[in-house]
């Protein structure tokens, strides 16, 4: 028996991309899933669009926050609600390919790994690939993470029975950095599947489109939630913007 996957999904006035996203976790090969989608006060139809999910398939699992929290808040709602012996992250507007948890899942348990993720493309907001692959590291401790993140955060599954459950710092951007952060304290590595099992919807109205705006996230993340040094934290936030700017190349 596949050992039970919990898939935490966060959802936001995304109504535009939610079913896409749902469909790829129904066509899934793997079935022992539930997926989790927080609704965090969304103000357009997504409720009633999630809501036809969640009537013809038991295994999807909906919860509308009472008001606007953010993605933290959010996530942290459905990690509550998980019963998985695998947590996995997936945001409303990315997609997965229907082998996403068998083949990741069996890179874990073959290689006994408890923190996985994988490489990833880039899609438009019109599910259009934009050729571009993002490759993950084949590991990577806490200061590989700081110093410049390869990890896709719809491509993470975990190992709650290893692991156990963890509460995501309240901050609006990369608190999927802080989450993986923490988990490295406990967890030596996160490994990474050479594999494009995910794709990632670019989206130019969204907070992370805009690097200037996130450079605030970076040091709230850097100083307020790891504590690291003004002198440390600067040398990081100056290594993201020449990695970026590597990248704009």
């Known amino acids: 028996m596949n050992k039970l996957v919990s898939i935490i999904t966060p959802a936001y006035n995304c109504a535009k991309y939610i079913s896409a996203t749902v469909i790829s976790v129904l066509k899934q090969d793997y079935n022992n899933w539930e997926l989790i989608i927080i609704d965090d006060f969304s103000t357009d139809n997504t409720k009633e669009i999630i809501q036809e999910f969640v009537e013809k398939d038991k295994r ?6 009472e008001s606007n929290y953010g993605t933290a808040t959010a996530r942290n709602k459905g990690i509550e609600q998980a019963n998985g012996h695998y947590i996995a992250f997936l945001d409303s507007d990315d997609l997965w390919v229907e082998n996403k948890l068998s083949n990741q899942i ?7 790994y408890a923190f996985t993720c994988t490489d990833y493309e880039q899609i438009n907001e019109e599910g ?6 993002i490759k993950t590291k084949s590991k990577t401790n806490y200061n590989g993470v700081l110093l410049s993140c390869p990890v896709g955060n719809s491509t993470v599954i975990y190992d709650v029975s290893k692991l156990g459950k963890f509460k995501i710092p309240n901050i609006r951007k990369r608190n999927d950095d802080a989450l ?12 990474g599947l050479g594999e494009v099992l995910m794709y990632y919807r670019v989206r130019h109205n ?28 600067i040398f990081h936030i100056c290594c993201w ?4 700017a590597l990248k704009i190349k």
């Open 128 to 133: 259009q690939l934009l050729n571009k692959r």
């Open 206 to 233: 969204s907070i992370s489109s805009n690097k200037f705006k996130l450079i605030k996230y970076h040091w709230k993340l850097y100083r307020d939630i790891e504590r690291l040094s003004i002198i440390r934290s």
């Open 180 to 191: 993986w952060l923490q988990i490295l304290k406990k967890e030596k590595y996160i490994y």
């Open 60 to 65: 999807i699992k909906y919860f509308l926050l």
């Open 241 to 244: 913007i020449f990695l970026k």
């Open 106 to 112: 069996k890179f874990m348990e073959s290689n006994t």
